[in-house]
C-alpha cells in the first residue's frame, strides 16, 4: 500500500486547545409580549417565558399580555 502523500498532517492533541465554556444565556431585561393561536385559541407569551392561560377572545389574550408587562414593569421599578 502507498502512503498518502497529499493528506493533511494532523497535530498532536495536546496541541489542540479545549472549547472554551459556552457562557450562560443571559434573561432578557425587557419583557416583549405577543400573542399566539393556537387551533381556535389564542394565549399571550413572552420573551421571558411566561405563557398567559389560553382564550377564545383575542381582546383578553392581549389584556393578560398588558397585564403581565405591567407587573413586571412594577416588580423591576422596586428592585431599582
Sequence with gaps: MEPHIDATP???????PPPRPRSQP????AHTTSTADRGSFCL???S???KGPAR??????RKDATGH????????????
Design 10 to 16: 494532523v497535530p498532536p492533541l495536546d496541541a489542540v
Design 26 to 29: 443571559q434573561p432578557p431585561t
Design 44 to 46: 399571550a407569551v413572552c
Design 48 to 50: 421571558c417565558g411566561w
Design 56 to 61: 377564545r377572545s383575542r381582546d383578553l389574550a
Design 69 to 80: 408587562e405591567a407587573t413586571q414593569s412594577a416588580q423591576s421599578a422596586e428592585t431599582a
